[in-house]
């Protein structure tokens, strides 16, 4: 079996020096969505509700019928902001749509 030598070096270097970065984020990559660069600089570490290498992804599981509302809004000066939620259907909340509302007394008033 030929081996790729100048590939295989690259690769052996890449994991010592670099700390097996991911090519996309070589040369000091951009988290997003609050994520910051690890101390070496080769890995985006995300925030709750976020996943991906550079954080990009929403990672909630809406349970009970929740439907992920992921969207991009423009902030102050035009900065892009993210939005990760779960909508959930009436009578649930919770993060995820995992709890179920207690039970509202319907108040009738004599006018």
Known sequence: ADIDLPALLMQQG???FLGGCDEALEGGGVCLNGGVMSSNGCRCVCPPRWRGARCEECALACANGGVINDFTLLGGGGREVHTCKCDCPEGLAGVEC??????????????
Request: proline content about 6%; charged content about 25%.
């Open 98 to 111: 995992q709890e179920q509302c207690p039970n509202v007394k319907q108040f009738s008033y004599d006018v």
């Open 14 to 16: 890449k994991a010592t």
